[in-house]
Every structure is written in C-alpha cells, then in structure tokens.
C-alpha cells in the first residue's frame, strides 16, 4: 500500500487554515466596510484586514487590522476588543463551521517593517554598495 505525504504550503500552516482564514478575514472586512459595528471609534476610522491566522484546531483566529494611516492603533484595536462578543457572533453566521471562532485583535506590523527595510536602503552605505563600479567600465 502507498504511503502519502500530505505537502504543506507553509510550514505548520495547513490549507485548511488558511482557507478559513481568508474566509473569516472577508466576513470581518465586509462587516467593518458595512460599517455594523456602532462604535464611536471605529465609525471614525477605515480599518483594513491584511491577514487573518487560525489555530491548527480552528477555534482561534487572531485578526491584523491596521487603520488607514496607521494612526490611533491602540484605540481601534481596543474598540475592536469591547465589540468582540458581536464580531464573533456575525463571524459565526457567515462563516460555516462547527464552532465558533474566539478571535483577538493584533496589529500588523508589516508595514512598519517594510519601512524599516525601505530606509535601509536608502542609506549611504548601502546605496554605495549597490552603485555599479567605476573601476569596471
């Protein structure tokens, strides 16, 4: 009888997970787009959905947000956090699973680091580095 290895797209991460995970990170997108979330906060603020990571077991779902601008994280995040019993619930209606999802807030930090990295790039040093050789021509 054949043996089958099962191939993993990312290492730890099954396919299963990141189907759900794409699939929970549209439903809290078009619930924040729609704008069903009364929050004084969050009605001031467009929050995006980079990235949504789910356990192996599917029972948690940690959520990326990130407002536009990247400015008052913290206060979205916690709005997000006092309005979580709700998200859970429309998250559980639109999406189809056995259990409901417990989900937490994170926000992400790509996109300071990519920052980072671009003024890397930009120093002196570097762009000394990266100049074609004089010497060569």
């Not at 794409?22 to 078009?30: G, M, Q």
């Not at 969050?42 to 599917?58: F, I, K, N």
């Not at 019993?85 to 559980?92: D, P």
């Not at 417990?102 to 930009?122: G, H």
Request: no cysteine; aromatic share 4%.
């Amino acid at each position: 009888m054949p043996r089958h290895h099962r191939k993993e797209s990312a290492p730890g991460t099954s396919q299963r997970q990141l189907r759900v995970g794409e699939t929970v990170r549209h439903a809290i997108a078009d619930i924040l787009a729609q704008g069903l979330v009364h929050d004084p906060v969050l009605e001031g603020h467009l929050v995006t959905v980079p990235e949504v990571r789910m356990s192996a077991d599917l029972r948690l779902a940690t959520i990326y947000v990130m407002p536009l601008g990247g400015r008052d994280t913290a206060d979205v995040i916690e709005a997000l956090e006092r309005n979580r019993k709700f998200l859970r619930g429309e998250i559980a209606r639109r999406v189809n699973l056995k259990f409901a999802p417990d989900i937490r807030f994170r926000a992400d930090e790509r996109f300071d680091e990519a920052e980072r990295i671009e003024k890397l790039l930009r120093t002196p040093a570097v762009q000394r580095d990266l100049a074609p050789d004089s010497d060569e021509s």
